[in-house]
T-cell receptor
Framework: DAKTTQPPSMDCAEGRAANLPCNHSTISGNEYVYWYRQIHSQGPQYIIHGLKNNETNEMASLIITEDRKSSTLILPHATLRDTAVYYCIVRVRGGYQKVTFGTGTKLQVIP | GAVVSQHPSRVICKSGTSVKIECRSLDFQATTMFWYRQFPKQSLMLMATSNEGSKATYEQGVEKDKFLINHASLTLSTLTVTSAHPEDSSFYIC???????????FGPGTRLTVL
């Protein structure tokens, strides 16, 4: 079973920030939070990952709560091309660990 | 980010034939590769995990004799769907991870249609 839970769908107005939540209450101390997104009929695209500190890159920001039981992916200025299914997973860095994907959040960016 | 390729991107075959899908890590050595299957409007389902030079570990319910996985090198893994049937029609996605980078990257997927 997936170790994360996400809302099934969200809408966001174009140009506004999209905030996608994820719960991972059973995360282990050495597991990172990873975010991917999947645009229709494509393979998942890596977005960002973090352990406990907030992270930012050219695509998004990741906010992880102090107890690490939840996180939020922030797309600062959503565009229509950001419409996709966003998956939050937890795993150790590298290594053999297999990961089960949950159902993700379908983000619809509205013009 | 690192690049993972798959070939072919789409394939149509007749029932009873075998189909081979290749997955390559183009700019890093993949110590572990994963194969997923995705049906319409569903999430990715892990089929198997393979380490280079070792036999693949299959998830419960996945027939190892039907879905043959070979991970012969650090940059190549293949999935062969043997005696394909229409119910095997799906979107197959591979993923790779190495020591550097140690992030899991995904291929673009292969759309298999069995007639």
């Amino acid at each position: 079973d997936a170790k994360t839970t996400q809302p099934p769908s969200m809408d966001c107005a174009e140009g506004r920030a999209a905030n996608l939540p994820c719960n991972h209450s059973t995360i282990s101390g050495n597991e990172y939070v990873y975010w991917y997104r999947q645009i229709h009929s494509q393979g998942p695209q890596y977005i960002i990952h973090g352990l406990k500190n907030n992270e930012t890159n050219e695509m998004a920001s990741l906010i992880i709560t102090e107890d690490r039981k939840s996180s939020t992916l922030i797309l600062p200025h959503a565009t229509l091309r950001d419409t996709a299914v966003y998956y939050c997973i937890v795993r150790v860095r590298g290594g053999y660990q297999k990961v089960t994907f949950g159902t993700g959040t379908k983000l619809q960016v509205i013009p | 980010g690192a690049v993972v390729s798959q070939h072919p991107s789409r394939v149509i075959c007749k029932s009873g034939t075998s189909v081979k899908i290749e997955c390559r890590s183009l700019d890093f050595q993949a110590t572990t590769m994963f194969w997923y299957r995705q049906f319409p409007k569903q999430s990715l389902m892990l089929m198997a995990t393979s380490n280079e030079g070792s036999k693949a570990t299959y998830e419960q319910g996945v027939e190892k004799d039907k879905f043959l996985i070979n991970h012969a090198s650090l940059t190549l893994s293949t999935l062969t769907v043997t005696s394909a049937h229409p119910e095997d029609s799906s979107f197959y996605i591979c993923s790779a991870i190495g020591d550097s980078p140690d992030t899991q990257y995904f291929g673009p997927g292969t759309r298999l249609t069995v007639l």
